[in-house]
Nanobody, 121 residues
């Protein structure tokens, strides 16, 4: 069993930055890929970014490529999402997720509760 807790969300002006964190419990964290997803109001949840178990492979949605960076620290059981040049359309609840077979958009078994990111002037 893996438990995930996101933090770092908030209100930021367009063009600003935020760094989200996702703290994981469980000894298997370092063996699993991790992903970030988001869900805006009245929209379906969408993939944002993923990182493999050792951090050497990453994948991004086209909408965030070049602005967001996913990273992980297995010693701290934490994955991060650095978000720069934020836009109003980035406003959403952001979720981290993982699972033994997870990669990019599929097979995520464990999900956090989400953290709200609002981009507005």
């Amino acid at each position: 069993q893996v438990q995930l807790v996101e933090s770092g969300g908030g209100l930021v002006q367009p063009g600003g930055s935020l760094r989200l964190s996702c703290a994981a419990s469980g000894r298997t964290f370092s063996n699993y890929a991790m992903g970030w997803f988001r869900q805006a109001s009245a929209k379906e949840r969408e993939f944002v970014a993923a990182i493999n178990w050792n951090g050497r492979s990453t994948s991004y949605a086209n909408s965030v490529k070049g602005r967001f960076t996913i990273s992980r620290d297995n010693a701290k059981n934490t994955v991060y999402l650095q978000m720069n040049s934020l836009r109003p359309e980035d406003t959403a609840v952001y979720y981290c997720a993982t699972g033994p077979k997870a990669w990019i958009t599929t097979d995520y078994k464990y999900w956090g509760q989400g953290t709200q990111v609002t981009v507005s002037s």
